[in-house]
Every structure is written in C-alpha cells, then in structure tokens.
C-alpha cells in the first residue's frame, strides 16, 4: 500500500454535493466544500480550504460530473486534486444500506447494484448517492473508493426493537421494519462521550441526541445502539424542523379518506411542511426560541411539543438501558441551544440527570460536561463530525485490504 493518507469524503444528494478532505495522518481537515443547485442554470461552488481564503464560482453545473471536475480543480489548486497521488481513498455517504451493508464496504461493480436495488427504501437519497459514487468511479478507476452508511450503526438493534408489530409476511415482503439513520452520527457521538469521560465505548452506556434540522435519539449500550428513534424512513420519533415524528398511522388513512389528500400530497405534508415548522411557520430553532421569549403563542407551543417528545424519549431511553452514564446533545440545534437542552432535561433529577445552568450557558465550542458534579448521569455537548467518522472508517477499510 502507498503512503498515502487523504480521504476525500463525499456527501452527494440530487441537487447538491457536500466534501471534506481530511489526511487521516492526524485526522486534520484540509478543505471543506458545497456545490449546490446541479442541474439549475445558475449553481455555486463554496470552497473552504483551511489555510487561504475561502473561495467561490458561481457557474451553472449541468450535472454531479461537472460539480465533481470543479470540485478536483478545487482542490488541486490547494494540492490535492482528485487525481493526486496523496488521495487514498474516496468515502461516500449512503443512506440506505437495509439488511445487507451493516459495515463500510469497498465499492465493487456488484455493491453498487445492491445500493441500487435499496433504492425503493430510500427513493430520494440513494440515486443521489449512487450518481456521487459512478461520478468519483469514473473520474479516478484505480482509486478504492467505500461506502459509509447511515444505518449501519444501528444494525445491531435487537430484533424486538428493529420490528414493527405489523402482520409478518407483509413486513418481510416489503422489507417493512425500523433501520434507523444519523448511524454516523450516533457512533461518532457515543464514542467521543465516552472519551469525554475518560472511558472505553465498552464501559459506558448513553444517550446520544441528534438534534438537527432532521431530528434522532439513540441508545448505546457499552458502544453498541440497541435503540434509536427513526424507523423505516427518518420520519419516525422526535419532532423535526418540517417532520411531524411520531404520528397516530390512522392519521394517514384519515387524512386520505376524508381530507382526500393524495399519497404525494401526505407525503410533502409529513416530511415538509409539518414539524416545528408546520406548528409556528419557522423551523429554525433560533428563530422559534426568539419569538416564544417574546410571547408569541405558536412559537411557545411549537417548543413545548418539541422538548415534550424529546422528554417521552429521553425517558424511554432510560427504561431501555436500565443504567444510563451520559447523554449527548449535538448537532445544530442540541450543540449550540441552551434552552432546549435546560428545557429538555429540566426536573429530571429522579432519573440521575441534572444540568448546571451557568455550564449549560457557557457559549464554547468542542465537547464539554455541562452537569453538576454530583449528577449520577453526565450530561455532555458533544460536536458530531460525521464526515471525520466516515474518513476514519473509509481509511480504517482500506488499510485492512491493502
Ligand atoms: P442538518 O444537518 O440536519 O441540516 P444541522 O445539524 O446543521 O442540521 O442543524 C441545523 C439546525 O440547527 C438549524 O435548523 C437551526 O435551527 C439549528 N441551530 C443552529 N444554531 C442554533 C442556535 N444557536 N440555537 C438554536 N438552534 C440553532
């Protein structure tokens, strides 16, 4: 094998492309990036590299080939171009990989087959993934490239927990059952607390929640998820930005019988137009914080439903583990709201978990206990980094199968 340790990460969806370059020598991020609006008349690139200035086109790119090409003459001008021999490897996100990849796998012509037979699962995502993944296959042949997967973390789950009380046979046929997503996330976070707390994954049992503009909770036990919120689609579980998390399924039927509303229309409602946004107008955490300190009616109850879902899961998350040693809040929402995480965890000192305020304020960055000393629980922040996991597990693959 080469000396080679750049890993270029790829998080490709149907209008847009999201890159990291990270040199796994020291873990560093070398660049970051973002193309968006593929296939409109007028798209942008943002690159970010980590020493120079940020840097910026604002051009139409007609499709994912084009987006990459000027991704890689991004990079080159930094020193690292697609075709450099530095690169050892490209990770791809991928959103579904259901019963078959519970592992990062080296992208073979016949993975890509089965991550193109997932696509019914996952019908707005993985396309979008594969078209990331020929893009990079064709740009660089002899370059090992791996599939990192956003429910693999979560295939571990008991089977008790991963069924749906639905009839068998048709649960089976249409491969109806609770995968989970953010896995990447979720492991990450798990691992980072327990580092936090000067301990081995093995010796902790924790609760991560994932508090982004999409929304997830997970229970990890001694570094393994037993449990986590989302289900077959990442509607399932917590209040989100624009999804309604947990839903009454009659409401469906009802909605469609009586409302007359089409299986599309639902489907926009539930995963769009619903959530913190469909209850207040706004889904940006900050703004419905705002305005719920000065008052505004919608936005204080669009919070009170937000923080009593993620209360019923947090609790729930304590019943499945039995002994909880930490919960994690991060991502957008659970790193940088004080207000959600003293609202979330407030009066909950019965269950070991206690916050301490002034901590809980202190506006830093990187991870960081924000629970009294004498909390039985440790209540910790935790910054995800899911493109830093998914080089590390993509580097971690290929040094193996070098
Ligand atoms: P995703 O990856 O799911 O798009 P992020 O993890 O980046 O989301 O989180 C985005 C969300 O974080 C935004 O919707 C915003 O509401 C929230 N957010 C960011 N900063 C703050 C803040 N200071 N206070 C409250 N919410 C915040």
Known sequence: MSGATRVLVLNSGSSSVKYQLVDMADGRRLAAGLVERIGEHSGRLVHTPVRGERRERNTAFPDHAAAL???????????????????????????????????????????????????????????????????????????????????????????????????RTTADRYAVRRYGFHGTSHQYVSRATAALLCRRPAEVNVIVLHLGNGASASAVAGGVCVETSMGLTPLEGLVMGTRTGDLDPAVILHLHRVGGLSVDEIDDLLNRRSGVLGLCGDNDMREVVRRRAGGDPDAVLAFEVYIHRLRKYLGAYCAVLGRVDAVAFTAGVGENSAAVRAAATTGLEGLGISVDAALNELPTSGPRLISPAYSRVAVAVVPTDEELEIARQTFALVRRSA
């Open 69 to 167: 090409k000027a991704v890689s003459e991004e990079l080159a001008a930094d020193g690292t171009g697609l075709d450099s021999r530095e690169l050892a490897a490209v990770g791809h996100r991928v959103v579904h990989g259901g019963t078959r990849f519970t592992e990062p796998t080296l992208i073979t012509d016949e993975v890509l087959d089965e991550v193109r037979a997932l696509v019914p699962l996952a019908p707005l995502h993985n396309p979008a993934n594969v078209t990331g993944i020929e893009v990079a296959r064709t740009l660089r042949p002899d370059l090992p490239q791996v599939a990192v997967f956003d429910t693999a973390f979560h295939a571990t789950l008991p089977e008790y927990a991963a069924r749906y009380a639905l009839e």
